[in-house]
Each structure stands twice: as structure tokens, then as C-alpha cells.
């Protein structure tokens, strides 16, 4: 970060200093594959379990040259998966619980926080596949509550403590219909209609 003007050195800059640190991932998970003599509705559903645990370095630097520690998360997914109109459509549903720890958040002047830990609990709808009539649909509603929470690791309490946390909006969904049109023999042409929301959210901690 050194200063220079036309090519000629002014300052020397505040130095920049990296750790490298080794750290494991672990994931985990079963699932329930229909089998051919089951019933038809035990057929039309695949319920599953996962574990993951993971880390995200860190960009960011203090001004005094300090490095931040990485964005450690740990989740637990539960969902299963339906098949209806003859397999023709695809149901998705999940219902997830995400922690992190070392978010980071900006305070101003250049300078960081990392969050102790931020829990989200998370559940979602995802719909796809063919109506018939050349339609198809592809569709999906999300919630999630991320709150950043009320003690840090080390047992004090947490800036912030009960808040949500910034750029996470609690409602989100889309919606997409698609037809298809046959021109000629061989040729088609698509069209499709829809909409994403997002329900209101902060750009910083309130």
C-alpha cells in the first residue's frame, strides 16, 4: 500500500500481515432412495438429512495492516424432495439451521467488526416442471431469520446482540411461466412471464 506519484515513491504504506492457518471441512448426509416395489406415494418422496461444516477466508484488512479471521459456518439441512402429476413435477422442501461465526460488518473509517456468532434458521419451496398444455412452472419461496446473537464465544456479550443482520432480507420468491410454441415441423419458440420479490431488509445492523 505504498504512495507514489508518477512512478516516484512518496510513503511507504501500512504493511499488510497474512497467517496461514489449516482448517478441515466435514459434510455428512443420507438420503432415502424409493425403491421399485414400494407403494406409489412411498415412490413419489425422498426425504434427507445433511451435515456441513465449512470456513471462508477474509479479504478484508484493518487499517493498521491487521488481518481478520475467517467466516466459519456450520448447518443442519432436513428436506425431502416429491414427485407428483406422474413425476411431471418436482416439489423441493428444506428447513435449514446456519451458524456463523466472524462475520464481518463495516463500522466506518476503513475499519471492521467480526461478529461473534450469527444464527439463521432458513426454510424454502421449490416447485418445477411441466402444467401440460406446453407450460411449464419454475417457482420458489424462501424465509429466513438471521439474527446476530446475544453472547460471543469468549461468553460477553455481543454488539448488536437480538438484531438481524444486514443484507437479509426474511421473505424472498420467485415466479416463472414458460410456454412453448411449435413453428413448423421442427422449430419451437419459448416465452415466459415472472417476477422476484424481496421483502424489505437493512443495509446495515439496526
Known amino acids: 500500500n505504498d504512495t507514489y506519484d508518477n512512478g516516484n515513491f512518496i510513503i ?3 504493511e499488510s ?24 406415494f412411498l415412490r413419489g418422496i425422498q426425504p434427507y438429512f445433511s451435515y456441513n461444516s465449512s470456513f471462508n477466508p477474509v479479504n478484508q484488512v484493518q487499517p493498521d495492516g491487521t488481518p481478520l479471521e475467517p467466516v466459519i459456518n456450520e448447518s443442519f439441512d432436513v428436506g425431502n424432495k416429491w414427485q407428483v402429476l406422474n413425476n411431471r413435477l418436482n416439489m423441493l422442501t428444506a428447513v435449514r439451521r446456519i451458524q456463523d461465526r466472524n462475520r464481518v460488518v463495516s463500522i466506518g473509517g476503513g475499519f471492521f467488526e467480526q461478529i461473534g456468532t450469527t444464527t439463521t434458521y432458513n426454510g424454502d419451496i421449490d416447485i418445477q416442471g411441466q402444467l401440460g398444455g406446453g407450460f411449464s412452472v419454475l417457482a420458489n419461496y424462501g424465509y429466513a431469520d438471521s439474527r446476530i446473537d446475544q453472547f ?13 443482520f444486514p443484507h437479509a432480507p426474511k421473505h424472498t420468491s420467485r415466479l416463472w411461466i414458460t410456454r412453448s410454441f411449435r413453428i413448423g415441423k421442427t422449430a419451437r419458440i419459448t416465452a415466459s412471464l415472472g417476477n422476484l420479490y424481496a421483502y424489505r431488509y437493512f443495509t446495515n445492523t439496526p
Open 12 to 14: 511507504r504504506g501500512i
Open 17 to 40: 500481515r497474512f497467517i496461514n492457518k489449516i482448517r478441515s471441512n466435514y459434510r455428512a448426509g443420507v438420503a432415502l432412495l424409493p425403491q421399485e416395489g414400494w407403494s406409489r
Open 152 to 164: 460471543r464465544a469468549d461468553g460477553l456479550s455481543q454488539t448488536g446482540a437480538g438484531r438481524r
